[in-house]
């Protein structure tokens, strides 16, 4: 029964991780459609502070979305018990 229920947790924390990483990347489309509609507008006038600030969070959402994907799939090899691969649940 324990076994069952971790397969079940870490089958949920897949899914979240798979639900996160879309939601991300689906806001950071977003973003970079409504910057480049209005970077030439702002073209002169201080964008270039703007878009500096833009490609920081970029550059740290991407690194968000390489660590959630390394996370997911570790998680994922604990469901596929004949790969071995640290347990994602340890601290670090």
Excluded: F
């Excluded at 899914?15 to 806001?27: D, F």
């Excluded at 970079?32 to 073209?43: D, K, M, N, Q, V």
């Amino acid at each position: 029964m324990n076994n069952l229920r971790r397969k079940e947790a870490v089958q949920e924390m897949v899914i979240a991780a798979n639900q996160t990483h879309m939601q991300i990347e689906t806001s950071v489309d977003t973003l970079h459609a409504r910057w480049a509609a209005l970077r030439e507008h702002y073209h002169g006038i201080g964008a270039e502070d703007t878009e500096s600030e833009i490609n920081i969070l970029l550059a740290q959402t991407d690194n968000l979305l390489r660590k959630l994907s390394d996370w997911r799939d570790v998680c994922q090899s604990q469901l596929n018990p004949s790969e071995e691969e640290p347990a994602c649940n340890q601290d670090g």
